[in-house]
């Protein structure tokens, strides 16, 4: 059956929280997107001013995806972050002055300038940083499940894929293998439309949601510009996930900006950005938290300040130490576990308070 | 001490670390009930269970990729790959993942890939690769290549308990021909080279499988005293060893099993050149498999892997010189 994938919900509809979200959860997942988009134009002004190295890379208009999902999940679960998921790592609590200082190659950047843009993840939060060759990270979740299964606990793994990714081996191989011994883990399908300049139809013949099912496991499309919607097939994935079984989550949503920096996106036809710039998904979740009568230009002043905050500090931080280079290739000693992240859902401080 | 067959001792460290630490756990094609390819792990499935002697779905990128995953979170993943040449499937996940870890993130990897490496038995050009200079050039791995049965198992149980990613190549030609003495209980062989034959006039440098067939090559070779340096490990590479043999023999030859070009054997001659020149008496020899796949037939597969006569050959030529 063919699927229509680039159809998400009209910007009119604004579906009410489910039960699971107070108002403070629905302002919260409001001021991670902004966060996410504001630290993303900060930077991309520094690239532009030449103090971001290589290129630079965003999810302008796919805040919604990384936001919901990193919402739903708990302090002991772990995840593994694409490089348009920035919120993931907001929400586990990584100050955006070290996401500045990682755009910027800084000593004080989240990886000291070992790596570049978003390839990264604070391990002392949970996080596993991504590889270049997508969709490796999937393969490494469902190691982390695995694991979890092993030893008996409840918790669970997550990771983002693009829609490219799925025309790998890995794709097939995490799947098959989640299911075969089924693991706590969700793969979170970002579909954006496009793989660098490469469309949907040249990319598949099936829609990915479709294959969950034929590996044995549910998939399950989702408005991936509905941050609530995102937060609420997320939540019910990982319920999945803690009673013995992965999902698939087709987050519909679109690359509104190129590939990267470079990237004019003139492949790109100019109406299917001006369609779904109606579906912002911010100006979705302002409406909403709006209508809760939240003053919103208090909170976007709040967010901006952060971020000039942010970047200040960020801009002093020191370059790293070119004697550093060739340190650290391998451990010494005892490894280092990965911590726990910050999990701000209210129904996880309800489980804490309990 | 008992004696052991080589395969013996790899299931002996991989039993006592198994017993050891419970974070220790086995997976691979093949690897449960029936026991692996080679029987590595035989038994293993009645004492341990399937969780922790797991078979897996037929997917070398996910085995190596899972463990990396299970290891990020605390576990000890020991994974096998049915034969070393089945790596290549798994090479991203190895390289690209495990490899750069640490360096990238702080996150140490503590995974052991056990890859049955080697020729001899007429396997063919994809059960018969030695893969593990791919590895030696790829930043953040350690690769190991035990000789003798006891280092096989001191070797594995130092791998397994390693902070970081280490390509354990053990060479199957040597499963069961291979026997020794091997202490008991679980004892870490350091991953430094070895004397395995001290001499005095030419040493031949060699790991692996190889190191016996070098034995064999310079035991009684024309009355000359040749060393026989068993290198153990290739990452860490043990340089002082290397160069100290090389200041007392002064003449060297270096054996590969592996393809010649860019080998263990290419980099210890490199070494040389920059850091033993002063001590040299005649040229770096190198003996090694040359750059074709290996073939299957007998008569072709001895014609490309290194023998006893090569080696031989390459002694005589060098202590004329």
Redesign the interface.
Known sequence: MATDTTLGTPATAIPVAGEHLTSDDRVALLRYMLLMRGIEERAMSLYKQGRVPGSFYDGFGQEAVSTGAAFAMGPAD?LCVLHRDLAAHLVRGVEPARILGQYMGRAGG??GG??GNV???D?RLGC??M???LP??M??????????R?RGEARC?LTWVGDGATSR??FH??M??AA?QRLPVIFVLENNQYAYSTPLDLQFAVDPVERARGYGFPGERVDGNDVEAMFEATRRARERALAGGPTLIEAVTMRMHGHAAHDDMRYVPHELIEKWRERDPIDRQEKRVRALGVDVDALRARVSAEIEQAAKSALAMDMPDPADASR???????????GDGHAPWSGFQEARDA | MPEMTYLQAISDGLREEMRADERVFVMGEDVGAFGGAFKVTDGFFEEFGGDRVMDTPLAESAIVGTAVGAAVVGMRPVCEMQFSDFISCGFDQLVNVAGKMHYRQGLAVPITVRLPTGGGFSGGPFHSQNPEAWFMHAPGIKVLAPATAEDAKGLLISAIRDPNPVCFCEHKHLYRRIKGEVPEGAYETPMRARVARGGADLVVIAYGAMVWTALEATEDLDGASIEVLDLRSLVPLDADAILDSVARCSKVVIVDEANATCAAGAQVAALIAQRGFEHLDGPVVRVATPDVPIPFSPPLERAVLPQVDDIKEACRELLAY
């Open positions: 772990r989240v990886t070992r790596e390839h990264f993840g391990p596993v940083g590889v270049s060759m490796d990270m393969v490494v979740a469902t190691g982390m499940a695995m694991a979890f092993l793994a081996g890995d191989e995490a098959n293998w075969v650290g290739v391998f451990c010494e000693g005892e490894p280092e576990p990965l």
